[in-house]
């Protein structure tokens, strides 16, 4: 299973600024994720928040001096930029990134900032005239010339009481900015992968439409779990669910707008997941206005439907057909039976089947139990699962393929 930061080495620099408090949070969330955090902090930090609070939250040592060299250690700095895969510096002041961006280093934090190889990922935090002096968008655009990534900041309200740009983004959001750098070393890395999501919706007039039960959460799964891999998703989705962060989305309605929406994104791209449920019918045509009863209640309304086009077929005999197409069979019947031949018409590399009658898996629940079927014939049947842990095996399976392919 895939979880990116478990095990990873991250240095949590901490400067000067009220948001760090925020940093504990940030601390805490990276722990929990199974990092090893290193935090070190600026002597201004330390007026801001204790030291004990990030030694308690990682069971670690708090580095707070360059000076400060037991005898028998190496030299932090240089050992610590040497472990680290990754520096977050959050918050990060106007002064610590003036500092970086003149390749300062007179205190343990920049030290290690010059001294590392590891992605840098830095979350200003300071007040609105402070972010848009010439002085700190000059230090920002020098720092991500040389690779640095931003975090925010965000507009709101500010510890002055005004409100501007200059908030440190929310711990969440760092954590998952800081998933996307670390996945630049993952087995999707440089892999270009599209995932439909949601129920389309087949409008019968201006207000009313034939939809189904599908809320996106797999196939959001399957983006979030693929971004973590580090591929280059793409969403294609009737679903409002929050987007991971890094993931392009295009939103979509209809049968029709998502095929168009497949067909254009599949242009280059390694892997496509068809996780949506897609309409199989649509009215035949769509009133222009409102459908009104008649004042007759026995009079009721027929609607004509017709079939709408099979994206999956189209994209099987598609010019830029993916290297790599999964595709999702929902059944309430004859399950295996009827994915596997789903399988077939449709050319696809591998099917998740599930049943969608069972009230722990399929629509709108967290979890899923899904069986596996194979363009060669082979078969796994997954006990009940979280959708990403279901996602993280289509994924390994895909990861497979590829290599096949
Ligand atoms: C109450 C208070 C709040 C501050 N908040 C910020 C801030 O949010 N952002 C910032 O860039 N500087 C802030 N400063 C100024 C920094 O603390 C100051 O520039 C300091 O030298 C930063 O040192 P460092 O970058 O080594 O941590 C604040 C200062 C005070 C007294």
Known sequence: MSNILAYKHIILGVTGGIAAYKAAILCSRLVQ???TVDVVMTEAAQRFISPLTFQALTHRRVYLDMFNIPSEENIPHITLADQANLLI???????????????????????????????????????????????????LTRLKAWGATLAGPAEGRLA?????????????????????????????????????????????????FIGNHSTGKMGYAIAHAARDRGASVTLITTASLPPP??????????????????????????????????????????AEQKIK????????????????????????????????????AAESENLLDNAESKLKRKNLDMIAANNISATDAGFGVDTNRVTLLFADGTKNALPLMSKRSVAEIILDNVVDLLCEA
Request: proline share 4%; aromatic share 2%; glycine share 6%.
């Open 33 to 35: 994720a199974g990092a």
């Open 293 to 328: 009863k008649k004042a007759d209640s026995s009079i009721g309304l027929s609607i004509d439907l017709v079939r709408t086009s099979d994206i999956l077929a189209d994209v099987a005999v598609h010019v830029d057909r993916p290297r790599v197409t999964v595709g999702f």
């Open 160 to 208: 002055s009481g005004a409100v501007g740009r200059g908030r440190m983004v929310e711990p969440d959001e760092i954590v998952e900015t800081a998933r996307i750098l670390l996945a630049e070393t993952g087995d999707l890395a440089n892999c270009k992968l599209v995932v439909t999501a949601g129920g389309t919706r087949e409008a019968i007039d201006p207000v009313r």
């Open 89 to 139: 510096i959050a918050p990060a002041t106007a002064n610590t990134l003036a500092k970086l961006a003149n390749g300062l280093a007179d205190n343990l934090l920049t030290a290690i900032a010059l001294a590392t190889h590891a992605p840098i990922l830095v979350a200003p935090a300071m007040e609105t005239d402070m972010w848009q002096h010439p002085a700190t968008q000059a230090n």
């Open 245 to 286: 962060l890094g993931v392009k989305l295009i939103k979509v309605a209809s049968a029709q707008q998502m095929r168009a929406a497949v067909l254009k994104a599949i242009r280059l791209t390694d892997v496509l997941v068809m996780s949506a449920a897609v309409a199989d019918f649509r009215p035949a045509t769509v």
